[in-house]
């Protein structure tokens, strides 16, 4: 009888012993960290200007964003200058990216300049709304226009046109639909003491006169979505975003700055620019690029010859949560939060 309640008693206690070990792992929740830098273009290492689209052809996400020429030796800001529109691929729900090359864009003879993409999907077709530049310059400056692409499977564009916006000067637009079903294109104007300025349509071909939507200080970069029940935009003021909110897509109430302290992972400081959101039900993403070979998001240096180092150059993209707090959203890219792009329906 002794040897029989001995062997139930160990059998009890290992029995109890892997009840609860399953009780703490059931309520952990999993956190899949994202990388950081998220990424890094193998080519040039000067991505930038970071937007995401599901590839509904190919199933799997896509990054487009400036590949800025950041390891190549140009005088002043020419690695800004004569830049593709690269392309970051994830086929593990946004674990890894891996380089596809750059968009074939150029319906003029000649190097040309592409800036800040943005692309949606309408009525079965991929829209790109992109800064475009003739030529390459060594210094800020040039004509600049948004221009419009249309693809069946964002490897093969069609040029569409140019809308004719408030200027010749404008740069870094993003799009959204409304819920009255008209487009919306906001975007900097570098004439209009570089604020953002909305245009309308309603076929993404026929655009309204442009207005001041929101004005203030300098900035540039502007991102619209929709999130908690309100319309957001974000806007980089070169030292952090800046957050507005909206009921109506007209009136913007100012918010505080995100992403403007650096973080503690690789690649994450100084402050976080122009960049993208993207929202999954409850669950809201801000991705972004920085330098993080400078002290501060505008530093400015140039060696002997007149060229920027490459230290100063180089950028990566990063990730980091967008919360609803307290009436605003909020972004504390130093704690641990799960990232996971699920597959999207088509």
């Known amino acids: 009888m002794k040897k029989i309640f001995v062997y139930c008693g160990m059998a009890l206690s290992l029995f109890c012993m892997d009840v609860s070990g399953v009780g703490v792992a059931e309520d952990k929740p999993t956190v899949r960290k994202a990388a950081a ?41 020419a690695y800004c200058y004569g830049n593709g529109i690269g392309i970051a691929e994830s086929a593990d729900n946004g674990k890894t990216w891996v380089y596809r090359g750059t968009l074939d864009l150029n319906f003029e003879r000649g190097h040309n300049t592409f800036w800040a993409p943005d692309v949606v999907y309408h009525d079965g077709k991929y829209h790109l709304f992109v800064s475009y530049i003739k030529g390459v310059r060594n210094h800020w400056g040039g004509q600049a226009h948004i221009v419009h692409f249309e693809s069946d499977n964002l490897w093969d564009w069609e040029f569409k046109g140019s809308p004719k916006l408030s200027s010749d000067k404008v740069i870094d637009c993003t799009l959204m639909k409304g819920d009255d079903n008209v487009w919306r294109m906001w975007y900097k104007d570098e004439m209009a003491g570089a604020h953002t300025m909305l245009s309308e349509s309603k076929d993404l071909d026929n655009w309204s006169p442009a207005r001041e939507a929101i004005g203030g200080g300098a900035h540039e970069g502007p991102k619209a979505f929709k999130y908690g029940g309100y319309y957001w935009m974000v806007t980089d003021e070169w030292h952090g975003m800046r957050v507005y909110k909206s009921s109506d897509l007209e009136k913007w109430e100012k ?26 039900g409850d669950k809201a993403y801000v991705f972004y690029f920085t330098h993080p070979g400078r002290k501060s998001h505008t530093q400015d240096a140039h060696d002997v010859n007149g060229n920027v180092p490459y230290e100063l150059r180089r950028s990566s993209i990063q990730v980091a949560p967008l919360e609803y707090i307290n009436g605003t959203l909020v972004s504390n890219r130093d704690k641990d939060f799960d990232f996971y792009l699920p597959e999207m329906a088509d």
């Open 37 to 77: 830098p998220l990424y890094r273009d193998p080519i040039t290492d000067g991505a930038a200007d970071p937007v995401l689209i599901w590839n509904r052809q190919e199933k799997t996400w896509w990054m487009l964003y400036t590949q800025r020429r950041a390891n190549q030796e140009t005088a002043d800001v």
């Open 255 to 280: 918010q505080g700055l995100i992403l403007d302290k650096p973080s503690q992972r690789k690649d994450d400081t100084p402050s976080g620019a122009h960049g993208d959101v993207v929202v999954l």
